[in-house]
């Protein structure tokens, strides 16, 4: 027994794990808004931008906006995903320099 699925299944069922996903960062950025730790706050929070805009982009792909997904929500996604990273860098760096 073969499943093909098609595209527009794929993307579908990505959004719905994404955005499924996307929940717990958003409840770990919840329970630290009255922590002392702003960056880890804030590094989640980019995190969950992150996924949320790239579950747009399935959700946007899945209803036929081919072009908007292609052109504008996937170098979104890409564009936090690189903002994410180097802000995860600039936070371990500056945890490398506390524990000195």
């Keep these: 027994m073969s499943y093909n699925l098609l595209e527009t299944e794929i993307h579908f069922l990505s959004a719905i794990i994404i955005l499924i996903a ?3 960062p958003i409840i770990i950025a919840i ?3 009255h ?5 880890l706050r804030n590094l989640i929070v980019v995190l969950s931008i992150f996924i949320a805009v790239h579950g747009i982009y399935h959700i946007a792909d899945f209803f036929g906006f081919s072009l908007l997904a292609e052109w504008f929500f996937e170098p979104i996604s890409v564009s936090i995903l690189i903002f994410f990273g180097l ?11 506390i524990e000195r």
């Design 22 to 24: 996307v929940v717990i």
């Design 31 to 33: 329970k630290l808004r």
């Design 35 to 39: 922590s002392n730790n702003r960056r």
């Design 87 to 97: 802000f995860y860098l600039r936070t371990y760096q500056s945890t490398k320099e």
